[in-house]
């Protein structure tokens, strides 16, 4: 089930002209993946994704256009220490749980209040808040649950 209403291409031409970009189908079949999925994918799954839909798209092409929807703030990208980044078709203000197992991200429902965070601030010595990135790190469900022992018998 799409977690947000996927805007239609009209709207979608409209905000990609407003940033200076072009409308195209690449970009439309792109930002339509990401809008219908809540897993959060990266460049590669996207590709994957998107390639029944638009056979000739290559990957670079997945690559710009995931950018051209992040600089249009039609997208999110998440980004991680070890250099990969996950793409978030959700734009408004929202929280993660990554598994550290899968790599699984979760959207978070819950909200944390402004003023639990001026603890932190009261100690950052000048620094300028701006906005925040919450995640929480653990092992999803399928992760935590000791079935690996089955899995295992299986093969
Ligand atoms: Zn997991
Ligand atoms: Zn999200």
Known sequence: ???QDVIPDEILREALEANGQRFTEQRAAVYRFLASTDK???A??????????VPVISLATVYKSLETLVGCGL?????YGDGS???????DPHHHARCVQCSRIFDLPGHLPREDLSALEQGSDGFQV???RLELTGFCREC???SSSEEREST
Request: no cysteine; net charge neutral; charged share 30%.
């Open 1 to 3: 089930m799409p977690k």
């Open 75 to 79: 997208a999110v990208k998440l980004t």
């Open 40 to 42: 959060h994918p990266t």
């Open 130 to 132: 701006t906005g925040y």
């Open 144 to 146: 935590a649950e000791p």
């Open 44 to 53: 590669d799954e996207v590709f994957l994704a998107v390639r029944s839909e």
């Open 85 to 91: 980044a996950r793409y978030d078709g959700r734009t």
